[in-house]
């Protein structure tokens, strides 16, 4: 079987630099560009390429990725980041390779957190209520400001006092549900079926999985959401759903990820495997093995990445540079 050669966006962040350590545990042979929006992060280390780019809104984002899949000789793109998703859903029928976007429409609507909420709430999918700043009535007994386009868990603020700084265009006011929270990733294989999923139950830190168990509990009542969402949106490939389990045990999405998310890395150890899947589909137009998904729990630390004799950070573009891991 040839060499494949994948580009993985935002190795800066846990999505991409998880999705690469997958990559690398997948029984393919395969060769790993990375790319950031800086040009040193702890994910260089994992990547056999390196490319800077610009962020994905910026007119020359198109340009620097076609430069890359020319260079390199690109199969397939990952993107780790909301923005990417939906510009390479954008531009995907300029790109001479691969990506692993679901179609622009369904980008363009997970995207936006509030567009996401109006979509569920025309379809009677379960999802936190919500309201524009400027249209927002105080009626939420906890409310959470959050910017409505992806910025990971940057920008939030929990129980803001006044509302009327925030503007329509780039905030929204959601009801802030307190429980148990879960977090759920599934995936959508090409002939549009819902392949598997699987639930944690986590605690965060620092807006990512600090902690995290897997759980069946839920299963029955989130399979309806996901098969629900599959049914009115063309999703293709993985996707994620973050809900509150509320003391009455409703369970109430409060956002959505059209991409690989952030427990990937953790995801495959307990038998669902969202970026081999990826591969196999998109690569190989394999068939995804079946998920078997096993009982665990798992905890996140910190490594380090050590470059001795390095004495700054401008030649440590990729894998290539001595180091090692402590």
Partial sequence: MPQKRIVVTGIGGNVGQGIIRNIRAAPYDTYVIGT???????GNHLCDAFYK???????????AILA?????????????????????????????????????DTARIYLDKYETYRFFKTHEIPFAEAYLPS??????????????????????VLNPADVSIYSDEEYMVQELIRGEEITTAFYVNKQQALHGHITFVRTLENGATNLCTVTERYN?????????????????GAANVQSMVTKNGDIIPFEINCRISGTNSIR????????EYTLAEYLFEEAPEPPVIEPGSAARILMDVIYKGAHDYSGLSDKKYPHYLF
């Fill in 36 to 42: 950031n929006v800086e040009a040193f992060s702890g």
């Fill in 53 to 63: 780019v610009p962020y994905a809104y910026h007119e020359e984002y198109l340009h």
């Fill in 68 to 104: 890359i899949v020319a260079e390199e000789a690109v199969d397939l793109i990952i993107p780790a980041t909301d923005y990417e998703v939906y510009y390479l859903a954008a531009f995907k029928d300029q790109i001479p390779c691969a990506v692993a976007v679901s179609d622009l």
């Fill in 135 to 156: 249209a927002y009535d105080h009626s939420f007994t906890e409310s959470i400001a959050k910017p409505r386009k992806g910025r990971g868990s940057r920008g939030l």
């Fill in 220 to 236: 029955t009542s989130v399979e309806k959401i996901i098969t629900k969402m599959i049914s009115v949106s063309s999703i293709q």
């Fill in 268 to 275: 495959s150890q307990f038998g669902f495997k969202d970026v």
